[in-house]
Protein backbone atom coordinates (compact mmCIF):
# COMPACT_ATOMS: atom_id res chain seq x y z
CA UNK A 1 0.00 0.00 0.00
CA UNK A 2 1.32 3.09 -1.08
CA UNK A 3 0.98 5.87 1.96
CA UNK A 4 1.00 8.97 -0.28
CA UNK A 5 -2.39 7.28 -2.05
CA UNK A 6 -3.80 7.39 1.45
CA UNK A 7 -6.06 10.07 3.12
CA UNK A 8 -5.37 13.68 2.10
CA UNK A 9 -7.07 16.29 3.27
CA UNK A 10 -9.66 16.93 0.84
CA UNK A 11 -10.89 13.40 2.30
CA UNK A 12 -10.69 13.77 5.60
CA UNK A 13 -12.95 16.89 5.30
CA UNK A 14 -14.94 14.20 4.10
CA UNK A 15 -14.36 11.14 5.75
CA UNK A 16 -14.73 7.81 3.36
CA UNK A 17 -18.32 6.39 4.48
CA UNK A 18 -16.78 3.51 5.99
CA UNK A 19 -14.82 5.78 8.37
CA UNK A 20 -18.57 6.94 9.83
CA UNK A 21 -19.76 7.79 12.52
CA UNK A 22 -18.01 10.53 13.95
CA UNK A 23 -16.31 10.93 17.32
CA UNK A 24 -19.54 12.18 18.41
CA UNK A 25 -21.86 9.46 16.94
CA UNK A 26 -22.84 11.17 13.93
CA UNK A 27 -23.47 10.06 10.42
CA UNK A 28 -23.59 13.96 8.54
CA UNK A 29 -26.45 15.51 10.46
CA UNK A 30 -27.58 12.38 11.71
CA UNK A 31 -27.41 10.39 14.85
CA UNK A 32 -25.72 11.86 17.75
CA UNK A 33 -26.82 10.93 21.46
CA UNK A 34 -30.04 12.59 23.05
CA UNK A 35 -30.59 11.40 26.19
CA UNK A 36 -30.89 12.11 30.04
CA UNK A 37 -27.35 12.51 31.94
CA UNK A 38 -28.06 9.57 33.95
CA UNK A 39 -27.21 7.24 30.66
CA UNK A 40 -24.17 9.40 29.51
CA UNK A 41 -21.74 7.46 31.24
CA UNK A 42 -23.19 4.48 30.84
CA UNK A 43 -22.65 5.31 26.95
CA UNK A 44 -19.50 6.56 27.74
CA UNK A 45 -18.56 3.40 29.32
CA UNK A 46 -20.03 1.39 26.46
CA UNK A 47 -18.24 3.11 23.61
CA UNK A 48 -14.54 2.09 25.92
CA UNK A 49 -15.39 -1.42 26.26
CA UNK A 50 -16.32 -1.67 22.87
CA UNK A 51 -13.32 -0.14 21.47
CA UNK A 52 -11.12 -1.81 23.66
CA UNK A 53 -13.14 -5.18 22.64
CA UNK A 54 -12.80 -4.57 18.61
CA UNK A 55 -8.72 -4.61 19.23
CA UNK A 56 -8.72 -7.76 21.58
CA UNK A 57 -8.10 -10.84 19.44
CA UNK A 58 -9.58 -12.93 21.78
CA UNK A 59 -12.99 -10.96 21.81
CA UNK A 60 -13.28 -11.23 18.02
CA UNK A 61 -11.89 -14.92 18.56
CA UNK A 62 -14.96 -15.77 21.00
CA UNK A 63 -17.70 -14.27 18.76
CA UNK A 64 -16.41 -16.08 15.71
CA UNK A 65 -16.80 -19.28 17.44
CA UNK A 66 -19.71 -18.59 18.79
CA UNK A 67 -20.74 -17.78 15.59
CA UNK A 68 -19.46 -20.98 14.00
CA UNK A 69 -20.47 -23.29 16.63
CA UNK A 70 -23.73 -21.76 17.98
CA UNK A 71 -25.25 -19.98 14.87
CA UNK A 72 -24.26 -22.26 12.06
CA UNK A 73 -22.33 -19.30 10.14
CA UNK A 74 -21.09 -18.99 7.29
CA UNK A 75 -24.60 -18.65 6.33
CA UNK A 76 -24.87 -19.55 2.41
CA UNK A 77 -25.58 -17.86 -0.67
CA UNK A 78 -28.34 -19.78 -2.34
CA UNK A 79 -29.48 -19.28 -5.78
CA UNK A 80 -32.83 -19.06 -6.02
CA UNK A 81 -33.56 -20.29 -10.09
CA UNK A 82 -36.99 -20.75 -9.90
CA UNK A 83 -38.12 -17.21 -8.91
CA UNK A 84 -35.42 -16.44 -11.32
CA UNK A 85 -36.85 -17.71 -13.98
CA UNK A 86 -40.54 -16.64 -12.97
CA UNK A 87 -39.13 -12.34 -12.86
CA UNK A 88 -37.36 -13.39 -16.56
CA UNK A 89 -34.32 -11.03 -15.54
CA UNK A 90 -31.27 -10.77 -13.90
CA UNK A 91 -30.61 -13.74 -11.48
CA UNK A 92 -32.02 -13.96 -7.88
CA UNK A 93 -29.30 -14.75 -5.18
CA UNK A 94 -30.60 -15.21 -1.57
CA UNK A 95 -27.98 -14.37 2.16
CA UNK A 96 -29.01 -16.89 3.82
CA UNK A 97 -30.28 -15.10 7.40
CA UNK A 98 -32.79 -17.72 7.88
CA UNK A 99 -30.88 -20.48 8.46
CA UNK A 100 -29.15 -18.61 11.50
CA UNK A 101 -29.99 -20.26 14.99
CA UNK A 102 -32.90 -18.62 16.15
CA UNK A 103 -34.11 -18.01 12.99
CA UNK A 104 -32.96 -14.70 11.63
CA UNK A 105 -29.81 -12.02 12.02
CA UNK A 106 -30.88 -10.99 15.00
CA UNK A 107 -28.63 -13.61 16.83
CA UNK A 108 -24.97 -11.67 15.58
CA UNK A 109 -25.90 -8.61 17.45
CA UNK A 110 -27.20 -10.39 20.70
CA UNK A 111 -24.18 -12.79 21.03
CA UNK A 112 -21.94 -9.59 20.10
CA UNK A 113 -23.65 -7.43 22.91
CA UNK A 114 -23.39 -10.38 25.44
CA UNK A 115 -20.00 -10.95 25.01
CA UNK A 116 -19.49 -7.20 25.77
CA UNK A 117 -22.05 -7.30 29.04
CA UNK A 118 -19.80 -9.92 30.45
CA UNK A 119 -16.63 -7.92 29.23
CA UNK A 120 -18.11 -4.62 31.40
CA UNK A 121 -18.38 -7.05 34.56
CA UNK A 122 -23.01 -6.01 34.70
CA UNK A 123 -24.94 -8.94 35.86
CA UNK A 124 -28.25 -8.30 34.21
CA UNK A 125 -29.47 -7.79 31.05
CA UNK A 126 -32.58 -6.05 29.59
CA UNK A 127 -34.25 -5.90 25.81
CA UNK A 128 -36.96 -4.59 23.76
CA UNK A 129 -38.67 -6.40 21.37
CA UNK A 130 -41.81 -6.05 18.61
CA UNK A 131 -41.95 -9.14 16.89
CA UNK A 132 -40.16 -11.19 19.33
CA UNK A 133 -36.81 -12.03 17.04
CA UNK A 134 -34.99 -9.73 19.07
CA UNK A 135 -36.91 -10.85 22.70
CA UNK A 136 -35.82 -14.48 21.67
CA UNK A 137 -32.38 -13.88 20.20
CA UNK A 138 -31.97 -11.82 23.47
CA UNK A 139 -33.17 -14.96 26.21
CA UNK A 140 -30.86 -17.30 23.26
CA UNK A 141 -28.03 -15.41 24.17
CA UNK A 142 -28.51 -14.77 28.11
CA UNK A 143 -29.28 -18.78 28.38
CA UNK A 144 -25.90 -19.60 26.64
CA UNK A 145 -23.66 -16.22 28.88
CA UNK A 146 -25.94 -17.71 32.24
CA UNK A 147 -27.27 -13.33 32.37
CA UNK A 148 -30.80 -12.90 33.61
CA UNK A 149 -32.61 -11.30 31.10
CA UNK A 150 -36.14 -8.93 31.29
CA UNK A 151 -37.81 -8.74 27.81
CA UNK A 152 -39.76 -5.41 27.67
CA UNK A 153 -42.69 -6.37 24.77
CA UNK A 154 -45.84 -3.89 23.81
CA UNK A 155 -49.05 -5.91 25.52
CA UNK A 156 -50.36 -5.99 21.68
CA UNK A 157 -47.55 -7.70 20.59
CA UNK A 158 -47.54 -10.29 23.89
CA UNK A 159 -50.65 -11.11 22.54
CA UNK A 160 -50.24 -11.44 18.66
CA UNK A 161 -46.52 -13.20 19.32
CA UNK A 162 -47.40 -15.89 21.66
CA UNK A 163 -45.10 -18.48 20.54
CA UNK A 164 -42.43 -16.11 20.41
CA UNK A 165 -43.50 -15.41 24.31
CA UNK A 166 -43.24 -18.67 25.16
CA UNK A 167 -39.88 -19.22 23.62
CA UNK A 168 -38.33 -16.54 25.51
CA UNK A 169 -39.43 -17.82 29.19
CA UNK A 170 -38.78 -21.38 28.34
CA UNK A 171 -35.22 -20.17 27.93
CA UNK A 172 -35.86 -18.10 31.50
CA UNK A 173 -35.89 -14.67 30.79
CA UNK A 174 -38.79 -12.65 31.86
CA UNK A 175 -41.19 -10.74 29.75
CA UNK A 176 -42.44 -7.40 31.11
CA UNK A 177 -45.78 -6.62 29.16
CA UNK A 178 -45.94 -2.82 28.46
CA UNK A 179 -49.33 -1.65 28.77
CA UNK A 180 -48.69 2.09 27.74
CA UNK A 181 -49.13 3.91 24.58
CA UNK A 182 -50.26 1.72 21.39
CA UNK A 183 -48.49 -0.85 23.52
CA UNK A 184 -46.01 -2.35 20.49
CA UNK A 185 -42.29 -1.81 19.78
CA UNK A 186 -41.97 2.06 20.32
CA UNK A 187 -43.69 1.68 23.54
CA UNK A 188 -41.03 -1.05 24.56
CA UNK A 189 -38.32 0.54 23.87
CA UNK A 190 -39.58 3.47 26.18
CA UNK A 191 -40.11 1.43 28.77
CA UNK A 192 -36.28 -0.53 28.43
CA UNK A 193 -34.89 3.25 28.59
CA UNK A 194 -36.56 3.66 31.77
CA UNK A 195 -35.41 0.67 33.38
CA UNK A 196 -32.05 1.53 32.49
CA UNK A 197 -32.24 4.40 33.40
CA UNK A 198 -32.48 3.13 36.88
CA UNK A 199 -30.33 0.56 36.73
CA UNK A 200 -27.77 1.26 34.60
CA UNK A 201 -24.87 0.42 37.10
CA UNK A 202 -25.85 -3.24 36.72
CA UNK A 203 -27.25 -3.84 33.79
CA UNK A 204 -26.45 -3.95 29.85
CA UNK A 205 -29.61 -2.79 27.29
CA UNK A 206 -29.12 -4.57 24.35
CA UNK A 207 -30.73 -2.72 21.81
CA UNK A 208 -31.78 -5.08 18.85
CA UNK A 209 -31.49 -2.77 15.62
CA UNK A 210 -29.10 0.32 14.85
CA UNK A 211 -30.88 2.49 16.43
CA UNK A 212 -30.99 4.79 19.59
CA UNK A 213 -27.74 6.93 21.16
CA UNK A 214 -24.41 6.16 20.33
CA UNK A 215 -22.58 4.17 20.03
CA UNK A 216 -25.62 1.59 19.18
CA UNK A 217 -26.08 2.63 15.62
CA UNK A 218 -21.98 1.76 15.25
CA UNK A 219 -22.09 -1.36 17.80
CA UNK A 220 -25.00 -3.09 16.04
CA UNK A 221 -23.99 -2.38 12.45
CA UNK A 222 -20.30 -3.74 12.73
CA UNK A 223 -22.08 -7.19 14.74
CA UNK A 224 -24.56 -7.34 11.42
CA UNK A 225 -21.71 -6.41 9.10
CA UNK A 226 -20.59 -9.96 9.19
CA UNK A 227 -23.54 -10.55 6.83
CA UNK A 228 -22.11 -8.42 4.08
CA UNK A 229 -18.28 -9.41 4.61
CA UNK A 230 -19.44 -13.16 4.27
CA UNK A 231 -21.59 -12.17 1.26
CA UNK A 232 -18.72 -9.87 -0.55
CA UNK A 233 -16.60 -13.30 0.16
CA UNK A 234 -19.19 -15.45 -1.05
CA UNK A 235 -19.98 -13.30 -4.02
CA UNK A 236 -16.08 -13.40 -5.28
CA UNK A 237 -16.68 -17.79 -5.37
CA UNK A 238 -20.17 -17.81 -6.53
CA UNK A 239 -19.70 -15.01 -9.30
CA UNK A 240 -16.63 -14.51 -10.02
CA UNK A 241 -17.43 -10.95 -9.36
CA UNK A 242 -19.42 -8.32 -6.86
CA UNK A 243 -23.14 -8.59 -7.29
CA UNK A 244 -24.83 -5.77 -9.40
CA UNK A 245 -27.29 -5.16 -6.90
CA UNK A 246 -28.13 -5.82 -3.28
CA UNK A 247 -31.31 -5.68 -1.38
CA UNK A 248 -32.42 -5.71 2.00
CA UNK A 249 -35.68 -4.87 4.27
CA UNK A 250 -35.20 -2.17 6.35
CA UNK A 251 -37.48 -1.90 9.53
CA UNK A 252 -35.29 -0.24 12.29
CA UNK A 253 -31.80 -1.02 9.26
CA UNK A 254 -29.82 -3.32 11.27
CA UNK A 255 -30.06 -6.51 8.71
CA UNK A 256 -29.79 -3.55 6.05
CA UNK A 257 -27.09 -2.16 7.42
CA UNK A 258 -25.10 -5.53 7.81
CA UNK A 259 -25.87 -6.23 4.37
CA UNK A 260 -24.66 -3.04 3.09
CA UNK A 261 -22.03 -1.72 4.67
CA UNK A 262 -19.23 -3.80 3.59
CA UNK A 263 -20.43 -3.02 -0.05
CA UNK A 264 -20.44 0.94 0.50
CA UNK A 265 -17.28 2.11 -0.67
CA UNK A 266 -17.84 -0.79 -3.86
CA UNK A 267 -18.82 2.15 -6.34
CA UNK A 268 -20.51 -0.52 -8.90
CA UNK A 269 -22.84 -2.17 -6.33
CA UNK A 270 -26.49 -0.77 -6.32
CA UNK A 271 -27.46 -0.84 -3.09
CA UNK A 272 -31.46 -0.79 -2.13
CA UNK A 273 -33.41 -0.70 0.98
CA UNK A 274 -37.42 -1.79 1.32
CA UNK A 275 -39.47 -0.20 3.82
CA UNK A 276 -43.05 -0.94 4.90
CA UNK A 277 -45.02 0.74 2.35
CA UNK A 278 -48.76 -1.23 4.28
CA UNK A 279 -51.73 -0.24 2.84
CA UNK A 280 -51.02 3.03 1.68
CA UNK A 281 -49.17 5.91 1.35
CA UNK A 282 -51.50 8.04 3.71
CA UNK A 283 -50.28 8.78 7.04
CA UNK A 284 -50.73 5.83 9.63
CA UNK A 285 -51.11 3.34 6.92
CA UNK A 286 -47.45 2.30 6.45
CA UNK A 287 -43.84 2.40 8.58
CA UNK A 288 -41.78 4.30 5.79
CA UNK A 289 -39.93 7.31 8.10
CA UNK A 290 -37.09 7.32 4.76
CA UNK A 291 -39.45 7.70 1.89
CA UNK A 292 -42.57 9.59 4.01
CA UNK A 293 -41.11 11.36 7.27
CA UNK A 294 -38.97 14.10 8.67
CA UNK A 295 -35.86 14.32 10.40
CA UNK A 296 -36.20 14.42 14.22
CA UNK A 297 -35.22 12.47 17.35
CA UNK A 298 -36.73 9.27 18.49
CA UNK A 299 -35.53 7.13 21.04
CA UNK A 300 -31.76 8.81 21.54
CA UNK A 301 -30.75 9.62 17.90
CA UNK A 302 -31.46 12.37 14.96
CA UNK A 303 -33.00 10.36 12.23
CA UNK A 304 -35.93 10.37 9.65
CA UNK A 305 -38.99 9.68 12.01
CA UNK A 306 -42.97 9.69 11.35
CA UNK A 307 -44.21 12.21 12.78
CA UNK A 308 -47.02 15.05 13.05
CA UNK A 309 -46.70 18.83 12.42
CA UNK A 310 -45.98 19.31 16.20
CA UNK A 311 -43.07 16.91 15.84
CA UNK A 312 -45.05 13.76 17.65
CA UNK A 313 -44.24 10.50 16.87
CA UNK A 314 -46.81 8.98 14.53
CA UNK A 315 -48.53 5.92 14.71
CA UNK A 316 -47.35 3.77 12.27
CA UNK A 317 -48.68 0.37 10.28
CA UNK A 318 -47.16 -3.13 8.75
CA UNK A 319 -48.09 -6.08 8.13
CA UNK A 320 -45.13 -7.63 9.31
CA UNK A 321 -44.64 -7.13 13.10
CA UNK A 322 -40.82 -6.67 12.37
CA UNK A 323 -40.96 -3.88 10.82
CA UNK A 324 -43.60 -1.75 12.20
CA UNK A 325 -41.88 0.89 13.61
CA UNK A 326 -42.07 4.98 13.46
CA UNK A 327 -37.86 5.52 13.02
CA UNK A 328 -34.77 4.08 11.49
CA UNK A 329 -31.19 3.87 11.96
CA UNK A 330 -29.31 7.42 11.66
CA UNK A 331 -26.68 5.97 9.39
CA UNK A 332 -29.72 5.50 6.95
CA UNK A 333 -30.77 8.58 7.18
CA UNK A 334 -27.60 9.26 5.93
CA UNK A 335 -26.91 6.85 3.46
CA UNK A 336 -30.46 8.12 1.45
CA UNK A 337 -29.40 11.99 2.15
CA UNK A 338 -26.03 11.02 0.31
CA UNK A 339 -27.55 9.22 -2.61
CA UNK A 340 -25.25 5.55 -1.88
CA UNK A 341 -28.48 3.50 -0.92
CA UNK A 342 -32.11 4.00 -2.46
CA UNK A 343 -34.88 3.37 -0.23
CA UNK A 344 -38.02 2.12 -1.81
CA UNK A 345 -41.41 0.63 -0.25
CA UNK A 346 -43.50 -2.28 -0.80
CA UNK A 347 -47.05 -2.74 0.44
CA UNK A 348 -48.66 -5.62 2.55
CA UNK A 349 -49.88 -6.84 -0.07
CA UNK A 350 -47.18 -7.30 -2.34
CA UNK A 351 -45.22 -8.79 0.54
CA UNK A 352 -47.72 -11.50 1.01
CA UNK A 353 -48.09 -12.39 -2.38
CA UNK A 354 -44.14 -13.06 -2.59
CA UNK A 355 -44.12 -14.74 0.95
CA UNK A 356 -46.37 -17.42 -1.16
CA UNK A 357 -44.44 -17.34 -4.23
CA UNK A 358 -41.30 -17.78 -2.56
CA UNK A 359 -42.76 -20.80 -0.41
CA UNK A 360 -44.11 -22.33 -3.64
CA UNK A 361 -41.22 -21.94 -6.13
CA UNK A 362 -38.56 -22.65 -3.74
CA UNK A 363 -39.80 -24.48 -1.11
CA UNK A 364 -38.63 -21.57 1.52
CA UNK A 365 -40.78 -19.77 4.21
CA UNK A 366 -39.55 -16.03 3.77
CA UNK A 367 -39.92 -14.18 6.56
CA UNK A 368 -43.07 -11.56 5.72
CA UNK A 369 -40.06 -8.40 6.86
CA UNK A 370 -37.90 -10.77 4.09
CA UNK A 371 -40.74 -10.95 2.05
CA UNK A 372 -40.95 -6.75 1.30
CA UNK A 373 -36.95 -7.00 -0.21
CA UNK A 374 -37.49 -10.50 -2.14
CA UNK A 375 -40.47 -8.50 -3.61
CA UNK A 376 -38.53 -5.18 -4.17
CA UNK A 377 -35.63 -7.84 -5.63
CA UNK A 378 -38.16 -9.53 -7.92
CA UNK A 379 -39.79 -6.17 -9.93
CA UNK A 380 -35.73 -5.17 -9.74
CA UNK A 381 -34.56 -8.17 -11.42
CA UNK A 382 -36.81 -8.35 -14.37
CA UNK A 383 -36.15 -5.06 -15.52
CA UNK A 384 -32.33 -6.32 -15.69
CA UNK A 385 -30.51 -8.52 -18.39
CA UNK A 386 -29.85 -12.38 -17.69
CA UNK A 387 -26.46 -11.97 -16.89
CA UNK A 388 -26.58 -9.26 -14.20
CA UNK A 389 -27.27 -10.42 -10.45
CA UNK A 390 -29.02 -8.88 -7.86
CA UNK A 391 -28.47 -10.41 -4.16
CA UNK A 392 -31.18 -10.33 -1.48
CA UNK A 393 -30.57 -10.84 2.11
CA UNK A 394 -33.31 -13.42 3.43
CA UNK A 395 -33.07 -11.86 6.87
CA UNK A 396 -35.12 -14.76 8.64
CA UNK A 397 -37.36 -17.09 8.04
CA UNK A 398 -41.24 -17.24 8.08
CA UNK A 399 -42.31 -19.76 10.10
CA UNK A 400 -43.65 -17.45 12.99
CA UNK A 401 -45.20 -15.98 10.42
CA UNK A 402 -47.63 -18.78 9.28
CA UNK A 403 -50.18 -18.04 11.82
CA UNK A 404 -50.40 -14.35 11.37
CA UNK A 405 -51.09 -15.05 7.30
CA UNK A 406 -53.76 -17.96 8.26
CA UNK A 407 -55.64 -15.63 10.26
CA UNK A 408 -55.41 -12.79 7.08
CA UNK A 409 -56.46 -15.52 4.92
CA UNK A 410 -59.67 -16.77 7.04
CA UNK A 411 -57.73 -20.58 7.04
CA UNK A 412 -57.18 -23.05 9.73
CA UNK A 413 -53.85 -23.19 11.20
C1 LIG B 1 -36.38 -7.76 13.25
C2 LIG B 1 -36.39 -8.22 11.87
C3 LIG B 1 -36.28 -7.33 10.77
C4 LIG B 1 -36.27 -5.84 10.93
O1 LIG B 1 -35.23 -5.33 11.69
P1 LIG B 1 -33.97 -4.61 11.01
O2 LIG B 1 -33.28 -4.03 12.19
O3 LIG B 1 -34.49 -3.60 10.06
O4 LIG B 1 -33.19 -5.67 10.34
C5 LIG B 1 -36.20 -7.84 9.49
N1 LIG B 1 -36.26 -9.18 9.27
C6 LIG B 1 -36.40 -10.06 10.29
C7 LIG B 1 -36.48 -11.52 9.96
C8 LIG B 1 -36.46 -9.62 11.61
O5 LIG B 1 -36.59 -10.51 12.61
Same mark, same amino acid.
Given at each position: ?12 ? @? ?17 ? $? ?11 ? &?????? %? ?23 ? &? ?17 ? $??? &? ?7 ? *? *? ?27 ? %? ?52 ? +? ?35 ? $? #?? $?????? +???? =? ?27 ? =? ?17 ? =? ?11 ? %? ?9 ? @? ?15 ? #? ?12 ? #? ?21 ? &? ?11 ? +? ?32
Amino acid at each position: MNVLQGKNSVESA @SPAMQQLPDGRGRFGDFGG $RFVPETLTRALDE &LVAEYE %SAKKDPSFQAELDELLRSFVGRASP &LYYAKRLTEAAGGAQIWFK $RED &LNHTGAHKI *N *NTLGQGLLTLRMGKTRVIAETGAGQHGVA %SATACAHFGLPCVVYMGAEDVRRQKPNVFSMKLMGAEVRPVESGSRTLRDAVNE +AMRDWMASVETTHYIIGSVIGPHPFPMMVRDFQSVIG $R #EA $REQSYH +AFGR =LPDKVVACVGGGSNAAGMFYPFVEDDGVE =LIGVEAGGLSADPGQHASP =LSHGQPGVLHGSF %SYVMQDGDGQT @SPVHSVSAGLDYPGVGP #EHSFWKDAGRVQYT #ECRDGAALETFDKVAKCEGILPA &LESSHAVAAALEI +AAEMPKDKIVLVCLSGRGDKDAAEIARLRGEDY
